[in-house]
């Protein structure tokens, strides 16, 4: 991976997310409430091979949310984490199109569209699920700190968990 695809990767994933927490935090305060909402997937918790990159973007972001509701408590502003199927992350981004001009039709533009639009490999059930998750817990007075989504992902985080426990229990002394 280039060096300029790691800097893009935390500038998406990690920058981004800092910048609109750093223009929020002001108006939240002033209205004394508001609940920032950070979407990551199972690879903030168990990182695979070919997404190095974006598995630390993502724990990154989990650490800083975390040290950020620590800090914003006081103000009645809350931070909710929710963790998805890695596949949210990985093969969507949900576009609403503009009705389609048929001279954009052939082109680059227009093939990508086609795809986009067209994609089986859309995860729709996840998707679903994972907007019905932060949908429930948007208004909230009380929201978690984290919510997962999806069994897999409950599934894997468990087993990371005993994984550590088990290492904790062997190895601590």
């Not at 300029?4 to 609109?20: L, P």
């Not at 103000?75 to 929710?82: A, D, L, M, Q």
């Not at 086609?114 to 429930?136: G, M, Q």
């Not at 999806?150 to 088990?166: A, M, P, R």
Request: aromatic share 8%; with cysteine; glycine share 6%.
């Amino acid at each position: 991976m280039e060096d300029w695809q790691v800097a893009g990767q935390i500038e998406s994933s990690f920058v981004n997310c800092t910048n609109v927490m750093e223009v929020m935090v002001p108006v939240f305060k002033k209205q004394q409430y508001g609940h920032f909402i950070a979407v990551t997937d199972i690879n903030a918790s168990s990182g695979g091979p070919g997404v190095g990159v974006l598995s630390g973007t993502q724990q990154a972001v989990e650490s800083f949310c975390e040290g950020v509701a620590l800090s914003l408590l006081s103000f009645n502003i809350r931070v909710t984490i929710v963790q998805t199927d890695a596949e949210i992350t990985l093969l969507t981004n949900p576009v609403v199109f503009a009705k389609p001009l048929p001279k954009y039709k052939s082109t680059l533009v227009g093939k990508t569209r086609d795809i986009l639009a067209n994609s089986t490999r859309f995860p729709t059930k996840a998707f679903d699920n994972t907007l019905s998750a932060i949908t429930a817990i948007a208004g909230i007075k009380d929201p978690p700190g984290r919510l997962f989504v999806g069994e897999n992902v409950i599934d894997q985080v468990k087993n990371k968990l005993t994984t550590f426990s088990e290492e904790l229990d062997n190895y601590s002394d």
